[in-house]
């Protein structure tokens, strides 16, 4: 008499449902948690650069729309905007839109890869625990770039908070 494994994991989902494994699940993890820090350094930036009080809970296209309206009024006042900054901006958009093309995919299982279905089947590209490494290490280095630029753009020295 053989004796069949659990039928579902510890948080209740059937074992057929999702077929990738814990670790799998810990990268999502990693790259939900992070994205959520990217958003929030990104919501700083708009509020220490655009002087506004507070960012309304912008999502992250929303914060980069605005933070370029905020370079278009500094520059209009003859007020500069670290290019650097700029840089940082469009490259934590470059991130946050590979992580939700990961957190919003569907896995056939762990090593075909994923997929995302905004416009019908996309081919398959990002496979294995290795591609989820390397969205975080992006959504690592853009957290990491736009912590540089945390500082009141009226503080002459720069300094980081």
């Not at 670790?23 to 993890?29: E, I, K, M, R, T």
């Not at 939700?100 to 569907?106: K, Q």
Request: charged share 20%; net charge negative; proline share 5%.
């Amino acid at each position: 008499m053989s004796v069949a494994g659990p039928t579902e994991d510890d948080f209740g989902v059937p074992n057929n449902m999702l077929r990738v494994s814990d670790n799998f699940y810990c990268g999502l993890g990693r790259i939900a948690a992070l994205g959520a820090v990217v958003e929030l350094r990104m919501s700083d930036v708009v509020v220490l650069w655009g002087g506004d009080s507070t960012d309304g809970g912008k999502p992250m296209r929303r914060l980069v729309d605005r933070f370029f309206e905020i370079t278009q009024v500094r520059s209009a006042a003859g007020l500069d905007t670290p290019d650097g900054l700029r840089h940082a901006v469009s490259h934590a958009r470059a991130a946050m839109d590979k992580r939700n093309e990961v957190i919003h995919s569907l896995w056939p299982g762990e090593y075909l890869g994923w997929r995302n279905r905004p416009r019908g089947a996309v081919p398959t590209v990002h496979v294995g625990i290795a591609a989820l490494r390397t969205v975080i290490e992006h959504l690592v280095e853009v957290t990491n770039e736009l912590g540089h630029y945390l500082y009141s753009p009226s503080d002459q020295l720069g300094t980081t908070r």
